[in-house]
Nanobody, 117 residues
Framework: HVQLVESGGGLVQAGGSLRLSCAVS????????WEWYRQAPGKQRELVAT???GISTNVNGRFTISRDNAKNMVYLQIDSLKPEDSAVYYC???????????????WGQGTQVTVSA
């Protein structure tokens, strides 16, 4: 069982930067896939970055995901913020649960990011 708690959201002016944090507790494994999603009002939740085994994938060049294994933390650095980046940002982890490779996704509660023009 794993728990995720996001923090670091807030109100920021366009052009600024934020670093979101995700504190991880519980059973984690080297094969886990860590992700950041966001969801704006009236829109579907969308993937913005993933990281696993040290390999990261960022959907947008302004987003950078990283992980500190020693601190059990996952981060999302967002640079050159735009008003359209305003959303609730969620940390998530995909974990394999059986030998067939089935996975389960655990979500954090989200942190609000609001970017003013």
């Amino acid at each position: 069982h794993v728990q995720l708690v996001e923090s670091g959201g807030g109100l920021v002016q366009a052009g600024g930067s934020l670093r979101l944090s995700c504190a991880v507790s519980g059973n984690i494994f080297s094969s886990d896939i860590w992700e950041w999603y966001r969801q704006a009002p009236g829109k579907q939740r969308e993937l913005v970055a993933t990281i696993t085994s040290g390999i990261s994938t960022n959907v947008n060049g302004r987003f950078t995901i990283s992980r500190d294994n020693a601190k059990n933390m996952v981060y999302l650095q967002i640079d050159s913020l735009k008003p359209e980046d305003s959303a609730v940002y969620y940390c998530a982890v995909d974990q394999v649960v059986n030998i067939e490779g089935a996975t389960i996704r655990t979500w954090g509660q989200g942190t609000q990011v609001t970017v003013s023009a």
